[in-house]
């Protein structure tokens, strides 16, 4: 198990591109395994999360042949890459082409391999066993077996727990008001929704992220969006595609911050997603006061890009809740950091979502933060932060969460000593390089 090691030495200056979005790079895989036909992928995330997910379809079948790891897009000096990009073929068998796989699918740390998969076994007529490592086996499940069991499936479970064994069948459409504005549960019903006759709808409380409905309507798939309601009429067939993946604004987060809290830095954080859905951090920093430009924009693939600059800023606290929220899920624990050096208090409600992310994000970041002499309020739905000037070294725990390990390393750019990160080899679940990218940016 490694650990790092972060003091304060100077500014962050210079620029990187983060490694490929990850949401993005799962999905691709899926849609394209599921599609008719060769599709390539540019800059696809070579990491652990979206590795599970090549693993999932290469064991039911579908030829999926990494080309390179390395991005070649855009063309950009090595030394500021994220992560590897790899360039990845994949040979898609069609709605009804997969085999029943031999041996339970490991889905790792990766709760999206997870969910979105029930949608898809859901529709086969076979069954397979779902496992993930401890933090996955804590995670919910309900919340994709209860509308995906209403479609037709059958789900076996300890207690709504990994691991799952799901038996597909014909599945019937539905109309699911989901409880939770997530994605990975949104996204899984129009997986399945493919396989049933008719159309499948669902609607949430707050939009979450759409990078699954702008990848179905490339692929031909009869997509409507009505307010929060998504519906895909059924059993069409989805076409092959090429594209290219942003540059992943979760990982970019931690620059973003990074950049703004630390005294006389500049950051150029480049070929970053903005897609309206995912980066409500923009939104929140900014109304905290932060010097937040977005340069160049432009669109890849249907979604849209841009190179994201930052400079120091004086935060202040704000409240923050509402449609927020599920806009800016993943970028809690780096914005808790940013709470925790800003003038004033900070309050977030309506985040309970957090309790259950690849650890309890509330209670670590608290957990944390307060070693850090930082006060701290926590509620059952969120967290009052005090912001300080300066932060105390600590040794810190990441609870094998990337995010919080990654938060709290840029927490230390801002203590009075050394700061000693464990268990960081989750960070390579999302942001391979991160490590080698601050102290590259550090002066
Ligand atoms: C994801 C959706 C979000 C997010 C997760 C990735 C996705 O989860 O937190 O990191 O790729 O669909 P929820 O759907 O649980 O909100």
Request: glycine content about 10%; hydrophobic content about 40%.
């Amino acid at each position: 198990m490694s650990q790092i090691s972060i003091k304060h030495k100077g500014p962050l200056r210079g620029e990187l591109t983060p490694p490929p979005d990850k949401s993005i790079s799962h999905r691709a895989i899926i849609l394209s395994s599921l599609a008719e036909g060769k599709s390539i992928v540019r800059n696809f995330l070579y990491a652990e999360d979206p590795l599970s997910t090549i693993g999932a379809f290469r064991q039911m079948g579908v030829e999926i042949e990494v080309k390179s790891q390395k991005t070649d897009y855009p063309p950009i000096p090595p030394s500021s890459r994220g992560g590897e990009g790899g360039v990845i073929i994949i040979n898609g068998k069609g709605l009804s082409g997969l085999k029943e796989p031999k041996g339970e699918i490991d889905c790792g740390n990766s709760g999206t391999t997870m969910r979105l998969l029930c949608g898809v076994l859901a529709g086969q007529p076979f069954s397979a066993t779902l496992k993930g490592d401890a933090s996955l086996s804590r995670r919910p499940m309900k919340r994709v077996i209860e509308p995906i069991t209403q479609m037709g499936a059958v789900f076996k479970s300890e207690s709504g727990h990994p691991p799952l064994t799901v038996t597909g069948g014909q599945l019937k459409p539905i109309r699911y008001k989901s409880p939770v504005a997530s994605a990975q549960v949104k996204s899984a019903i129009l997986l399945a929704g493919l396989y049933c006759n008719g159309i499948t709808s669902v609607s949430e409380p707050e939009r979450s992220r759409d990078h699954t409905e702008r990848m179905l309507k490339a692929s031909g798939a009869d997509l409507t969006i009505d307010g929060l309601t998504v519906s895909v009429r059924g059993r069409a067939k989805l076409d092959p595609f090429e594209m290219t993946v942003p540059a992943d604004f979760s990982s970019a987060a931690f620059f973003i911050v990074a950049g703004i809290i630390v005294p006389g830095s500049g950051v150029l954080i480049k070929n970053a997603g903005i897609n309206p859905t995912r980066v409500g951090l923009i939104e929140i920093l900014k109304s905290m006061g932060a010097h937040i430009r977005l340069e160049n924009k432009r669109e890849v693939s249907g979604e849209p890009v841009a190179d994201i600059s930052v400079t120091h800023s004086q935060l202040s606290g704000i409240e923050i809740g509402g449609d927020l929220v599920p806009r800016s899920i993943d970028e809690f624990p780096i914005l808790c950091v940013a709470a925790a050096l800003a003038h004033g208090k900070t309050k977030i409600t309506g985040a309970k979502e957090l309790r259950v992310k690849e650890s309890d994000r509330i209670a670590a970041m608290a957990a944390e933060l307060r070693k850090m002499g930082v006060n701290v309020e926590e509620l059952e739905d969120g967290l009052i932060i005090e912001g300080r000037e300066k932060l105390k070294s600590a040794s810190i725990q990441s609870y094998g969460d990337h995010r919080i390990a990654m938060s709290m390393a840029i927490a230390a750019l801002m203590a009075d000593g050394e700061t000693t990160i464990s268990d960081t080899d989750c960070i390579n679940t999302s942001f391979p390089g991160f490590v080698e990218i601050l102290e590259r940016l550090q002066w």
